[in-house]
């Protein structure tokens, strides 16, 4: 029987807001994942993988036959700031799934995976560790893990079944459609100024409604999922191209570059331009 669920984190105490990657492995459970656009459906052996500012939110069916069992890494891509000159592969890597431009659907993984024995095994002993042991310890597991994302990332690539390259949305079968159609909308129009009355004339719905719709079933306002989207393009933006901060600012949506710092800033806890020095490892 797998453990019960329970979550760390791997941080530096040096920066306020935390630029977490964070791993989620499902030992039980089922239902679904919601989040940019897509729907995934979840079971006992996947593995969900959320970059830095992602909106998701989890769904789950619970039942005493089926509980919701998992274990939760959250670790500070920070910690690693002055590794990444001597890990130039893993760097680069990182620096790939970080700015995929699509959901990276859940990884299905046996138990005995080696990703998951090192969560497993980690998770034993990292409570145990003194301060300095626990730094340098989190810093090599941290490696480690991001090398076996890397190992199943190439075998996926290559996969046959692979859905790595399918950026249509994969339903699991109880999302609402409403609220599904209104996150379609939302992706293909975020660059563009809308309002709520906007979606909800296109699905014949009240305004009323549609918000209260769209909060139940993806867990967020469609004010903050927009602006999730918008802030999740600038970051691909700042750190795939040489566009200016005000043109970066104008293609998600924002022509006011003051206020797109502002929100950049508040849902990052840096300005667009530290973060694409901090993303190149220049900070």
């Not at 530096?12 to 039980?28: G, V």
């Not at 069992?69 to 910690?79: A, G, Q």
């Not at 602006?227 to 040489?242: D, E, G, K, M, W």
Request: net charge negative; charged share 20%.
């Amino acid at each position: 029987m797998p453990p019960s669920s329970r979550a760390w984190h791997l941080y530096d105490a040096r920066h306020d807001k935390a630029y977490i990657l964070e791993l989620t492995y499902i030992h039980d459970g089922y239902g679904q994942l919601i989040t940019e656009g897509h729907a995934f459906p979840l079971e006992p052996g996947m593995l969900m993988i959320f970059r830095p500012f992602q909106l998701h939110h989890v769904q789950m069916q619970v039942s005493s036959k089926h509980p919701f069992i998992r274990t939760v890494l959250m670790v500070e891509l920070d910690l690693l700031q002055e590794y990444w000159p001597h890990f130039i592969t893993t760097h680069h890597f990182t620096y790939h799934i970080l700015n995929e431009q699509i959901s990276t659907p859940p990884l299905y993984l046996m138990p005995d995976a080696p990703l998951v024995q090192l969560l497993e095994h980690f998770g034993k002993q990292y409570p145990d560790l003194l301060p300095y042991e626990a730094a340098e310890d989190a810093c090599l597991f941290t490696l480690n893990i991001l090398t076996q994302l890397r190992y199943l990332w190439k075998s996926e690539a290559h996969s046959p079944h692979s859905h790595f390259s399918d950026q249509t949305t994969i339903r699991s079968g109880f999302m609402n459609p409403h609220a599904e159609a209104a996150m379609q909308w939302i992706e293909q129009h975020y660059a563009e100024p809308f309002r709520i009355e906007h979606i909800a004339d296109e699905l014949h719905l009240s305004v009323y409604h549609l918000s209260h719709l769209f909060k139940k079933e993806t867990g967020n306002s469609i004010i903050a999922y927009a602006q999730a989207a918008r802030i999740r393009q600038a970051c691909v933006l700042l750190s795939r191209s040489i566009l200016s901060i005000p043109e970066i600012g104008h293609r998600v949506g924002m022509s006011s570059t003051s206020y797109f710092c502002k929100v950049f800033r508040k849902a990052t806890g840096t300005t667009p331009h530290q973060y694409r020095l901090r993303l190149r490892g220049r900070d």
